[in-house]
Structures are given as structure tokens and as C-alpha cells.
């Protein structure tokens, strides 16, 4: 019986190597839902190749388009979130592939987690956000979560069941295209500068994030989250050559770590073959062609980003979701030339500072803070 995947976002990076995935292993996978936003062109094409059940597109015009240009095949195509929500219930799946960007993707992971339905989760924001949440319908549905992110997918290799003799998860940042550069001349940062990561290939935003260690940042809070872990065992260690995916500390002095090249393939068949392990055709990591693997502490004075994420997080309730709001807004501006590279930090603390969190809160409060933190973002008073 091939395993059914309804993969949500399959336009974006992470879905259309979730598709390179399934096509190295077509006998064992079969796509039965896409789910597409503004690139109506590729959503075609995929629906064409795939043939799923379901096809949901959630920007109207692209709908409009899509569905003209599917209506000979015995494809559905669906339009909105309601109906993307609702199709989780009605279409056969057995692993929902979470690969929207940011706020976006948090309804539909926590309907397939309400569902039973167990999720390989790339949306980092659906934890960092409502990781209370998630946790709640897991223990309640019995779903699983099987990490995508590289630096989880790798500390989920690493960890031992028992947990036994834990001592700290150890994890790496490249640093990003600003390692090096001095503190005076980030100000300075375009985004076409920005959007070039010297290791991976990504959505935009999450590009952006890995400039500023935001990324990093989110992934401290998904870590914590993830796998249970005090903010004071999270370690982030910058590792600029991304061979080391990230490590796991034990008492007895152990480290161990994953290594592979930096390629999302990897960690994203891992959470589609979890739990067995799979050959495929793509490339491998030959040690003897790494130079050197080099470790350094993250300067936060620097990238202030990192700082603010641990700070929202050992705070907790609705703390990280103002973070992420406001993080997004403030990357947004930063993509249209509208706030300069070093305040996107100070737009997210300036929101931070003005938040008092909630500490009951149902997902419809918890996404009206996210609204309101997103207003609050679009008032700061920025220099460009
Ligand atoms: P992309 O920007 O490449 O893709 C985003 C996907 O989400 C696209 O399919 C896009 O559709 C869809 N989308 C965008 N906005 C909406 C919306 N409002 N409603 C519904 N769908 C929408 O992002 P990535 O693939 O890089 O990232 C996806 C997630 O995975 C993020 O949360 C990111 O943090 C995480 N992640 C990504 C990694 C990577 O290597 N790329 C690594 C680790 C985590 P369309 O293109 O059709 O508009
Ligand atoms: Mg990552």
C-alpha cells in the first residue's frame, strides 16, 4: 500500500522537494491533496503529474485560473482555507506535509493533529505560535509530529527515547550572508544582499530570518517545544560550512551529531520514511572534500534577533506568537525597501515591549494576538 501525503504548500521550496521526494520513491508514495497560493502555473503542472484527489488553491485569482484550467480532469479543485480545512477531514491521507509559510500554515497542521492525522511539520511558526496547543492535541489525538527542519529532523535522529542522561541539544547556524560583515555596514544590507544564504536555497522569508538569526531564533522555541527540552539546555552554536545539522549532548560526555550535506531532501525523506531508512540516488557527503567544520559563538549583540527569541520564549504564552507577528511584518517591510536590514530587530522588540501575554488562551485568541501584533508593527515609526 503506497503511503498517502496531502502536501500543503506544494509551490514553496519545501513542496516541490517534497515532490523530488516522492518521485525517487514513486512506488511507496501517492499524492492525494496540493495545496497552492499564487503560483496557479506550477499548481497545473503538478496537479497534471500527481493526479491527486484534491487540489485547494487559496488566493481567489489563482483559484479562478486553476480550476479553468483543470476542468477536464477528475481532479477537484477547491478554494480557500475553509475548504483546505475541511477536505483534511473528507480525503483519504496519512501524512500531511506542513510546507505553507508563516501564520498561514498553522490552521490546517492543528486541524490534521485534531484529525489523528500525523504531520512532517516544515511551518516552524505553527510551533513557535501555538506549541501549547500542539502539544495539547497530541497527547488528546495520539498524532505525531516528525520534524522537517533540518536541525530538528537532526536532533530527532540523535535523541535517545529514554532520554537518558540528557544534558543539552547542541543547535548550528550557518551564520548566515552577514557572518563576517562588520556591525557598522548592516545597516547598510539590501535585500537582494540579503536573499543570497550561503548554503541553502530557500523561500524568501525564511532567507531573511537566516540573516538576521531570527531563524535561529524560532527554531530555539520549536527545539523547546519539540522535544521538551528547558531553554537553558538549547544551545546555539554557529557552524558556517552546515555539515553538522545540529547535535545532542549527553552527561556521560557524549556529542552526537548528524552530518549530510545541506540538502532539505534529506530531512524531508527522513519524516516522509520515518520510522524505517531508505537508499536514494542523491548526492552524498564525502568527508574527505570538507575543508575544516568550524564552531563559533553567536554574537548577539550583533544579531540582537537570537536574543529576543529566547527572551519571548522563556517568557511563553502569547510571548512567541508576538514575536513571529511582528517578525513577519518587519521582514516584509525589510523586502519592499521599506525598513532598513538592523531594525527589524528593533520593530520586534518595540511590539515585544508593548505585549502583556495571555495566559489562557484558545487558538482564536491566540491568532487575534497575532492580529493585533501585526497592526502594532505597521504603526512603528521607521527610518527609511
Ligand atoms: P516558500 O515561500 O518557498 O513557499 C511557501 C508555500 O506556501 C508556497 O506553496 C506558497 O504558495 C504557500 N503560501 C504562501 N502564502 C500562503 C497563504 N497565505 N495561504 C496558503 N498558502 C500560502 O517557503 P518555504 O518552502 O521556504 O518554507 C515553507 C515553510 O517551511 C516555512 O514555514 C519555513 O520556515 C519552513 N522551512 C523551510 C525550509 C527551506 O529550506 N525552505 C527549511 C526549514 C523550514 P505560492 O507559492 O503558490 O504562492
Ligand atoms: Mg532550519
Known amino acids: 500500500?503506497?503511503?498517502k501525503i496531502a502536501l500543503l504548500g506544494s509551490t514553496g521550496s519545501i513542496g516541490t522537494q517534497t515532490l523530488e521526494v516522492i518521485d525517487e520513491f514513486s512506488d511507496d508514495f501517492q499524492v492525494s491533496l496540493l495545496s497552492g497560493h499564487k503560483n496557479g502555473e506550477l499548481l497545473k503542472k503538478q496537479a497534471i503529474k500527481y493526479n491527486p484527489a484534491v487540489v485547494v488553491v487559496t488566493d481567489q485569482e489563482t483559484f479562478i485560473n486553476v480550476e479553468k484550467d483543470l476542468s477536464g480532469l477528475d481532479i477537484k479543485v477547491l478554494y480557500g482555507e475553509e475548504d483546505l480545512l475541511n477536505s483534511l477531514s473528507t480525503i483519504e491521507m496519512d501524512l500531511v506535509v506542513g510546507g505553507i509559510s508563516g501564520a498561514?500554515?498553522?490552521k490546517p497542521i492543528l486541524k490534521a493533529l485534531e484529525l489523528g492525522i500525523d504531520v512532517a511539520l516544515a511551518n516552524k511558526e505553527t510551533i513557535v505560535v501555538a506549541g501549547d496547543l500542539?502539544?495539547?492535541l497530541q497527547s488528546k489525538y495520539g498524532s505525531?509530529?516528525?520534524p522537517v527542519d533540518s536541525e530538528h529532523s537532526a536532533i530527532f535522529q540523535c535523541l535517545d527515547p529514554q532520554r537518558t542522561a540528557l544534558d543539552k541539544i547542541i543547535l548550528t547556524a550557518s551564520g548566515g550572508p552577514f557572518r563576517n560583515l562588520p556591525i557598522d555596514d548592516l545597516k547598510n544590507v539590501t535585500p537582494e544582499r540579503?536573499?543570497?544564504h550561503p548554503n541553502w536555497e530557500m523561500g524568501k522569508k525564511i532567507t531573511?530570518?537566516?540573516?538576521?538569526?531570527?531563524n535561529k531564533g524560532l527554531e530555539v522555541i520549536e527545539a523547546h517545544f519539540l522535544f521538551d527540552v528547558g531553554y537553558?539546555?538549547?544551545?546555539?552554536?554557529i557552524h558556517p560550512q552546515s555539515i553538522i545539522h545540529s547535535m545532542v549532548q549527553y552527561g556521560d560526555g557524549s556529542i552526537l551529531a548528524q552530518l549530510g550535506l545541506p540538502d532539505m531532501r534529506i530531512p524531508i525523506q527522513y519524516a516522509l520514511t520515518y520510522p524505517i531508512r531508505m537508499h536514494n540516488s542523491?548526492?552524498?557527503?564525502?568527508l574527505t572534500k570538507v575543508p575544516s567544520l568550524e564552531f563559533f559563538s553567536p554574537d548577539t549583540d550583533k544579531f540582537p534577533c537570537l536574543k529576543l527569541a529566547y527572551e519571548a520564549g522563556r517568557t511563553g504564552y502569547t510571548m512567541p506568537a508576538v514575536l513571529n507577528a511582528a517578525n513577519e511584518v518587519a521582514v516584509d517591510l525589510f523586502l519592499k525597501g521599506k525598513l532598513l536590514f538592523t531594525e527589524i530587530a528593533n520593530l520586534v522588540q518595540w511590539v515585544l515591549e508593548q505585549h502583556i501575554p495571555l495566559k489562557e488562551y484558545n487558538l482564536e485568541e491566540l491568532l487575534a494576538v497575532d492580529s493585533w501584533a501585526r497592526e502594532v508593527s505597521r504603526q512603528y515609526k521607521y527610518q527609511r
Open 134 to 136: 500542539v502539544r495539547k
Open 232 to 237: 537553558e539546555d538549547i544551545q546555539v552554536v
Open 208 to 214: 531573511i530570518d537566516s540573516a538576521t538569526l531570527m
Open 194 to 196: 540579503a536573499l543570497k
Open 1 to 3: 500500500m503506497k503511503k
Open 104 to 106: 498561514a500554515g498553522i
Open 282 to 286: 542523491f548526492e552524498k557527503l564525502d
Open 144 to 146: 505525531q509530529l516528525i
